[in-house]
């Protein structure tokens, strides 16, 4: 099985972080964030892992290139961004996408089931599928409805608003790499909308597993806050 992981980012939100590491080689505990994500890899069975680099990438291929990654049976290589191409554009560089491939962000933490959601995606008959997860966001404001006459429907006051976000995880179909340029920049949503109007299939892949996606401070900071806790769900062993 091939993953692709997106590597390339700037990673502008951890500032300072960002202006010494890539954001993927950001310390989690003892290891960079994106070890922990290709050991997981490894462990769901995926013998191919492409990361796709871009920003301070010589860095990235320096650290791996060297064998420091904890992997058993996966075989890593490299696609480098001559320059910004977008939350999607560099998959058209990838070679040889040839079947089902896993796509994943390079700054998630997650304990989700990797090979779940390709069954999921096979099952399901999907070009694309989503990997989503639950966020509740509250609102510290009265919130006001009303009709088009302005007369009042409603008063919320500060309420909690529940909503399925993207996890930064996907399975594609080779299928879909028709719809991004070679060289050219595409962010996902635009890939979305294009295949939305052309009457593709999307599915979303329902999760309630751990999940933090480590582009704040906040979040990563959380996150070193509960690694120990979470370390032996979030680097699982044969």
Known sequence: MIAVVLAGGEGTRLAPYNTVFPKPLVPLGDRPILDIIIQQLDYYGFDRIVLSVGYLGALIEAYYGSGSSRVQDAEISFVREREPLGT???????????????????????????????????????????????????????????????????????PTLDYRVCMGVYVYEPEVLKYIPRGGRLDFPDLVWKMLKDGQTIMAYPSDDYWLDLGSHLDYQKAQDEFEEQKSRLLPER
Do not use: C, W
Not at 99 to 122: A, C, P, Q, W
Not at 125 to 141: D, E, F, S, W, Y
């Open 88 to 158: 999607v554009g560099s998959l058209a560089l990838v070679p040889d996408l040839n079947e089902s491939f896993l796509v994943i962000n390079g700054d998630e933490l997650t304990t989700l089931n990797y090979s779940d959601i390709m069954r999921f995606h096979k099952e399901h008959g999907a070009l694309l599928t989503i990997a989503m997860n639950r966020r509740q966001v509250k609102l510290n404001l009265g919130v006001v409805e009303v009709d088009d006459h302005l007369k009042l429907q409603s008063f919320l006051e500060k």
